[in-house]
């Protein structure tokens, strides 16, 4: 069973916005902070964005003013914003969490495309 499973991705014209979704299985426990990475086709894994559990949020700054992070500890949960998408935001993009250990949690990947 995955610990980490996203949703919210797909195709969508340049400008337009999509809210990806990522829930951490229960058996998972308290969660430290909680990413969004994304890879494109040819290219190194980068970060988006990171939330702690305190609350302090970074973005790359390739995303900054266009993308929201936020996150609801009581379900586990953490959410991608996406606005203002551009062609280059294209990318498989991941959910990424540490848990106690510390270990690493990462995602199956959901697709986006920005694409007219």
């Known amino acids: 069973q995955a610990q980490l499973v996203e949703s919210g991705g797909g195709l969508v014209q340049p400008g337009g916005s999509l809210r990806l979704s990522c829930v951490a299985s229960?058996?998972?426990?308290?969660?430290?902070?909680m990413a969004w990475y994304r890879q494109a086709p040819g290219k190194q894994r980068e970060l988006v964005a990171r939330i702690a559990n305190g609350g302090n949020i970074n973005y790359a700054d390739s995303v900054k003013g266009r993308f929201v992070i936020s996150r609801n500890n009581a379900y586990n949960t953490v959410y991608l914003q996406m606005n203002n998408l551009k062609p280059e935001d294209t990318a498989i993009y991941y959910c990424?969490?540490?848990?106690?250990?510390?270990?690493?949690?990462w995602g199956q990947g959901t697709q986006v495309t920005v694409s007219s």
């Open positions: 229960k058996r998972v426990g308290a969660l430290y902070a």
């Open positions: 990424n969490a540490i848990r106690a250990g510390p270990i690493e949690l």
